[in-house]
């Protein structure tokens, strides 16, 4: 096998996430959608956004990046002792 300088490409495989918002948190997320629009002059749903801006705000947190750097788990905790308790949610 030859050794290539570009090395084997990460798995690019998407996952389907679902989330609820709040109603608030919705119309922000429209009105982004809208602004982008209006400043790109292109127009993105939503869901074509919130995973660039995501990325954008773990990319940002300098806590984050140094606790993964740092050997943060795998996973962290899982979803369910996240949750709060009478959320509904359980």
Not at 14 to 42: F, M
Not at 55 to 62: C, E, H, Q
């Amino acid at each position: 096998m030859s050794n290539l300088r570009l090395g084997k490409l990460p798995d690019r495989t998407p996952s389907k996430i679902t989330i609820t918002v709040s109603a608030d948190l919705s119309q922000a997320l429209k009105d982004y959608a809208a602004l982008y629009r209006q400043t790109y002059g292109e127009s993105e749903t939503v869901a074509e956004l919130i995973p660039f801006m995501l990325t954008g705000f773990l990319d940002g947190d300098r806590a984050f990046a140094k606790a993964r750097k740092e050997g943060l788990p795998a996973g962290g905790t899982s979803e369910k002792s996240r949750r709060l308790p009478g959320s509904g949610s359980e």
